[in-house]
């Protein structure tokens, strides 16, 4: 089956842009804006995108768990990126990083340590789920005075990448056709694709099963359509009632299965 891929650009206030492919092995791609303090008392941390993904971020004191903390001159603190997954489908975030630094008047990047938050690695996360990631992140001791930073912004932009697999929905049918031979029975799988899902691009892969009760008659790879459907069929045998049983082999298509007499 042709993996396709298709990039929708959404935007906000605060350019926030998420690209979602379509299809199969998808690349889920975004940019997006957060906001480091120095030091304030509440650290802001929130990254979002109008389409339900969002990524929320917390500076923390540890990288075990997610304990709040201010950034301070010397100070070695955590960035903790935790996507939050709207699909009901698993991703895996497998990129982000720190795109760009816009610092406060008067206190310029060059206090600001974050050479090692960029995050490499296969981050799970599950269906309506989340999942978190520390990296490390810390202010400069200048030792020089840094009066003009205090309770002062860093505006950042955010990019990462993380993929997905689309799965769609199947129905089985069957029908037969008698000649004097016996009967031939022909399998129909159809996919579709819920309200948040793009259009179905292909037909289902796999095969369909036929049996008799516990009586296997064949196995039948399916012949894709030029709609969503494919079809297999088998015969011509003698059966009371005939069970066709769909099998996916790319974990686009969930099975399903129909019956026959």
């Not at 698993?90 to 008047?105: E, N, R």
Request: hydrophobic letters at 35%.
């Amino acid at each position: 089956m042709t993996k396709l891929r298709r990039t929708k650009t959404l935007r906000q206030a605060i350019t926030v842009i998420l690209g979602i492919a379509a299809l199969g092995i998808a690349a889920l791609v975004f940019i997006l804006v957060s906001v480091a303090t120095y030091p304030t008392k509440t650290p802001r941390f929130v990254l979002t995108s109008d389409t339900g993904l969002s990524i929320t971020s917390t500076i923390s004191s540890s990288p075990t768990n997610q304990i709040a903390a201010l950034l301070y001159p010397g100070v070695l603190r955590y960035l903790w990126y935790t996507a939050h997954n709207p699909l009901k489908v698993p991703i895996t975030v497998t990129y982000l990083s720190v795109a760009t630094v816009m610092p406060p008047a008067g206190c310029p990047t060059s206090n600001l340590n974050y050479s090692g938050t960029t995050f490499l690695g296969s981050l799970v996360v599950p269906p309506s789920g989340t999942n978190a990631v520390p990296v490390p992140i810390s202010l400069i001791d200048s030792h020089t005075n840094r009066d003009s930073c205090e309770n002062t912004t860093f505006n950042f932009s955010y990019e990462g990448t993380a993929t997905y697999t689309e799965v769609y929905a199947t129905t089985t049918a069957v029908t037969s056709l008698q000649d004097q031979s016996g009967v031939t029975y022909r399998a129909t799988v159809t996919a579709s694709a819920a309200a948040d899902q793009d259009p179905v691009p292909s037909s289902p892969t796999g095969t369909v099963t036929f049996t008799d009760g516990t009586t296997t008659f064949c196995t039948v790879t399916l012949t894709a359509n030029a709609t969503a459907a494919s079809t297999a069929s088998c015969g011509p045998i003698t059966a009371s009632s005939v069970k066709a049983v769909y099998t996916n082999n790319d974990g686009n298509f969930i099975a399903s299965s129909g019956t026959g007499s």
